[in-house]
């Protein structure tokens, strides 16, 4: 078996023995791969595979459905995929096919997608619980929903269908949460791509430039080595800094600009997801540092808390309180830090929670409260600390000064049994780092 992208077939083997221990002997878990989508006419998207799919698989093929069947005789680890076909091998590249399934990705068995209308009801036969994401696609919900019908029509031979449908999630998301030492490994490599990108953006900015010139330079960094964004990459000069979701990116950076740049690399399918803001000209005014070091202060803040047993919320916590408190020395906020907090009046300018979890989806997957409280942090989570600053343009109720200032930090954290690493922390953050940075380009 092969090496797939990264992880050892060995651990795509573990998750699968794992869920499958979760789910329990009477039950069956259905995946279905991502479909390619069109993006116009006759011509596609780049694919990706579905998150889920891939973390047990590792297979990198569309019109193909995941079958597990805890303790099953005949194999417990069931992929129905497309033949090898020549003709189209010539036009899309090479397929696995069924052997390759079984040879390259550690399936137990595998069969062509055609005859899954043929097999799989059988499949279901005798298992109780089925264990499938519905919702996500109502075309294969009302398939699986039939094959299930099939069995419950054979009742009077015998025949026992399923009489439960689970959530997949509940048990898949909470395994994805915890990350291994070769998923960290890929989410380092990802980091470091995305470090190397916005360096470069820092050194060649330009008064005049447009936001997709830089777009551009980070974006290429990313491809030079084998890596995709992983989302949507931000590039706000100026005023656009405070869209949160801005991606326009055909601005014009001018002279005394801040520039706020969200992008990451998406590196064997696992992401990086980092946001620093930096002058245009190379140095911070004073309005634009005194925000940029509240932010920074509030991350710190949130950091300090980063830590074994502590809730997963005190980072936002003391991220708003950081915040609060300085947005009241500055004098863009009135009153006392408890009120401030209680009524919200700091949500004018800090409008997002402070992080989420990140791995093979920018926003992971994983519960953040159980039983309605703040889950504990735990080694191994990954996910982001990301507080920021965002005020408006035609705000007048504030002096002039702070019109129009976007600023966000953010970078990529690790749980350990210690406390936690920062796997983005080679980039400059503080004012006089980036400062530095961008003095050491000219």
């Known amino acids: 078996m092969k090496s797939t992208a990264g992880i050892a077939a060995a651990e795509f083997a573990r998750r699968r023995r794992q869920l499958m221990r979760m789910a329990g002997d009477d039950a069956i878990l259905v995946l279905r791969a991502a479909p390619e989508r069109v993006r116009s006419n006759d011509t596609h998207y780049p694919f990706r595979q579905d998150s889920d799919f891939w973390y047990l698989s590792g297979f990198p093929e569309p019109d193909a459905v995941l079958v597990l069947i805890p303790g099953r005789r005949h194999g417990e680890v069931i992929l129905f995929n497309r033949d090898r076909d020549p003709a189209r091998e010539v036009y899309d590249g090479p397929r696995a096919g069924q052997q390759g399934a079984v040879d390259d990705y550690g399936m137990d068995d595998a069969y062509?997608?055609?005859?899954?209308?043929?097999?799989?009801?059988?499949m279901l036969e005798g298992r109780s619980r089925v264990y499938y994401h519905f919702g996500r696609d109502?075309?294969?919900?009302?398939?699986?929903?039939?094959?299930?019908?099939?069995?419950?029509?054979?009742?009077?031979?015998?025949?026992?269908?399923?009489?439960?449908?689970?959530?997949?999630?509940?048990?898949l998301h909470e395994q994805?949460?915890?990350?291994?030492?070769?998923?960290?490994?890929?989410?380092?490599?990802?980091?470091?791509?995305?470090?190397?990108?916005?360096l470069l953006a820092m050194r060649c900015v330009r008064a005049g430039m447009r936001e997709y010139q830089l777009q551009a330079m980070m974006e290429c960094v990313f491809r030079s080595h084998d890596a995709w964004p992983a989302y949507g990459s931000i590039v706000g000069?100026?005023?656009?800094?405070i869209t949160l979701?801005?991606?326009?990116?055909?601005?014009?950076?001018?002279a005394g600009d801040l520039v706020l740049i969200d992008a990451g690399a998406e590196y064997r399918n696992y992401a990086a997801d980092i946001t620093r803001t930096f002058p245009v000209d190379g140095r911070f005014s004073p309005a634009q540092r005194a925000l940029h070091d509240l932010v920074g202060a509030a991350?710190?803040?949130?950091?300090?808390?980063?830590?074994?047993?502590?809730?997963?919320?005190?980072?936002?916590?003391?991220?708003?309180?950081?915040?609060?408190?300085?947005?009241?020395?500055?004098?863009?906020l009135k009153g006392t830090l408890e009120a401030c907090i209680a009524d919200g009046s700091y949500k004018r300018f800090y409008r997002h929670k402070t992080?989420?979890?990140?791995?093979?989806?920018?926003?992971?997957?994983?519960?953040?409260?159980?039983?309605?409280?703040?889950?504990?942090?735990?080694?191994?989570?990954v996910f982001t600390i990301e507080p920021g600053l965002y005020i408006s343009a035609d705000d007048t109720s504030v002096d002039a000064k702070w019109r129009g200032i976007g600023i966000r930090t953010e970078d990529n954290v690790v749980i350990t049994a210690t406390g936690h690493e920062v796997l983005t922390g080679a980039l400059a953050r503080s004012a006089d780092e980036i400062e530095q940075v961008?003095?050491?380009?000219s």
């Open 299 to 332: 991350q710190s803040a949130a950091m300090a808390q980063a830590r074994p047993g502590v809730s997963y919320e005190s980072g936002h916590e003391a991220a708003v309180a950081t915040l609060t408190e300085g947005l009241l020395r500055l004098g863009l």
């Open 138 to 171: 109502a075309e294969f919900d009302l398939k699986l929903i039939g094959w299930v019908d099939q069995v419950r029509a054979q009742g009077r031979t015998g025949a026992q269908p399923p009489h439960e449908f689970l959530e997949l999630g509940h048990l």
């Open 237 to 241: 000069a100026g005023a656009n800094a």
């Open 355 to 381: 992080g989420h979890w990140l791995g093979l989806d920018v926003h992971d997957v994983g519960d953040y409260r159980i039983d309605g409280e703040s889950r504990l942090l735990e080694p191994g989570m």
């Open 438 to 441: 961008m003095a050491s380009a």
């Open 245 to 254: 979701h801005y991606v326009a990116n055909n601005g014009q950076a001018r």
């Open 112 to 122: 062509p997608i055609e005859d899954m209308d043929e097999i799989l009801p059988g």
């Open 176 to 198: 994805r949460l915890f990350k291994s030492k070769d998923e960290l490994k890929l989410m380092q490599r990802a980091a470091d791509i995305s470090v190397e990108a916005h």
